[in-house]
T-cell receptor, first 114, second 113 residues
């Protein structure tokens, strides 16, 4: 079965500090895409960052970066210079190339402390 | 920029009633997806449509049906509602499948009483 595991139900970080959210996944396929989505209290899911499995280079979007370890099936999200607006649920997800659905993890609630 | 529009935003129904949720994707997006998110849960895939044809199906109950119309909007119909159907229902759209990420709507909060 294809699964996504987020082992940290909740994390806290001081404003301006760095935090890393963990995600592991399980698939026997080689062509897939990985994502981190943010769900703030307003509840709309927002794409944070995306990684193509065939690319070794880790994706970066401003303060957000990933550590993609394909052999270990690990896809962690690093948030640098954390801001109060980063407080939200963060979901890791993946999709197999050519399919039309995502598999989501159970989410990590991030709290940012002022 | 246009976003994914879902209506209604909130819906309260009684058990055994029927509900219809609507989704208007971003213009020129060719794929629509429906997800169900229970309280404190991760989103669960229900069904997707690519160019108005069903493209994938998840754990969607037989009481639920969905379709995509000629103008690309989609509707999720839920009949014989049960208390356990209370959830946030998201619609999302994308172009060329989901490889480049979805754009989600704000969701419809369905409460069954």
């Amino acid at each position: 079965a294809q699964t996504v595991t987020q082992s940290q139900p909740e994390m806290s970080v001081q404003e301006a500090e760095t935090v890393t959210l963990s995600c592991t996944y399980d698939t026997s396929e080689s062509d897939y895409y990985l994502f981190w989505y943010k769900q703030p209290p307003s509840r709309q899911m927002i794409l944070v960052i995306r990684q193509e499995a065939y690319k070794q280079q880790n994706a970066t979007e401003n303060r957000f970066s990933v550590n993609f370890q394909k052999a270990a099936k690990s896809f962690s999200l690093k948030i640098s210079d954390s801001q109060l607006g980063d407080a939200a649920m963060y979901f890791c997800a993946y999709t197999l190339s050519g399919t039309y659905k995502y598999i989501f993890g159970t989410g990590t609630r991030l709290k940012v402390l002022a | 920029a246009a976003g994914v529009i879902q209506s209604p935003r909130h819906l309260i129904k009684e058990k055994r009633e029927t509900a219809t949720l609507k989704c208007y994707p971003i213009p020129r997006h060719d794929t629509v997806y429906w997800y169900q998110q229970g309280p404190g849960q991760d989103p669960q895939f229900l069904i997707s449509f690519y160019e108005k044809m069903q493209s994938d199906k998840g754990s969607i109950p037989d009481r639920f049906s969905a379709q995509q119309f000629s103008d690309y909007h989609s509707e999720l119909n839920m009949s014989s509602l049960e208390l356990g159907d209370s959830a946030l229902y998201f619609c999302a759209s994308s172009n060329m499948g989901g490889n480049y990420g979805y754009t989600f709507g704000s969701g419809t909060r369905l409460t069954v009483v």
